[in-house]
């Protein structure tokens, strides 16, 4: 028997679609709850990347790279007793390596007449020290930079002081021993390497200096002549 198909005067009864839906009706609702999460990380590493790629910007609010030593500063009496023993003159040029808030260029330039820089690695060191030296009036006789000391260049420093470690001390020999004869060289506390200083001294302790470690014993080395 012939099975016909029951259909009404609009036509045929339509058949059910059989077509599959469609996988972008409807958007994600886990993807979209986490676009905010993704677009913040975006935004985090393109910001990092960015600070990266420029020194300049990355050393406005630290250091470029870690301090090789933590800040003490050198006591007042110390500072005294260190350009004392380095015999500085109006003529001479003060470098203090890991100079800190100034307090040695600083001094030098007002007691004695002296030109004085400052290099440090830490900006925050830097802005301190330069502050300083408005409030001394001596801005015009002193430079601080923003420098790493193992690139730096002190060649025309005629008087040289430091208050870092024996193995950041041995690490600067070679630079120190290159400079002009006759350069007078004073550490705070610590020997340079094995090179054997001219004159040692201990300064005697002082009511006013309540630092906990340091800027007792001074030691003095001159550059020789070459041979």
């Known amino acids: 028997m012939k099975v016909t198909p029951c259909t009404s005067k609009l036509g045929a009864v339509p058949r059910p679609s059989m077509r599959k839906p469609s996988m972008q009706a409807e958007p994600n609702r886990d993807t979209v709850k986490d676009r905010p999460t993704i677009m913040l ?3 985090a590493f393109f910001i990092m990347a960015l600070l990266s790629a420029s020194p300049a ?25 260190m350009l004392e023993l380095a015999k500085v003159k109006s003529s001479d040029v003060v470098y203090d390596l890991g100079c800190g808030d100034g307090r040695i260029v600083i001094a030098a330039a007002k007691s004695y007449g002296a030109r004085g820089v ?24 002193v430079e601080f930079r ?21 193995s950041i001390n041995k690490r600067l020999l070679p630079q120190l021993q ?17 090179w ?3 004159r040692e001294i201990v300064v005697k302790d002082d ?3 309540d630092y906990y470690f340091g800027s007792k014993r001074l030691l003095l080395w001159i550059v020789p002549e070459r041979r």
């Open 207 to 209: 009511a006013a200096d």
């Open 146 to 166: 923003e420098q790493d000391l193992f690139r730096a260049n002190f060649s025309e420093a005629t008087v040289v002081t430091l208050f870092l470690l024996p």
């Open 196 to 198: 054997k200083p001219a």
């Open 57 to 81: 910007l990355s050393q406005q609010n630290g250091p470029s790279r870690k301090p090789d030593v933590p800040y003490v500063p050198t006591t007042e009496t110390a500072v005294k007793a």
């Open 118 to 141: 400052g290099i440090d690695i830490d900006p925050v060191r830097i802005r301190e020290a330069r502050k300083h030296a408005n409030q001394a009036g001596v801005e015009n006789r």
């Open 41 to 43: 990380r975006f935004s």
């Open 178 to 194: 290159a400079l002009k004869p006759g350069t007078r060289i004073v550490s705070n506390t610590f020997e340079i390497g094995d």
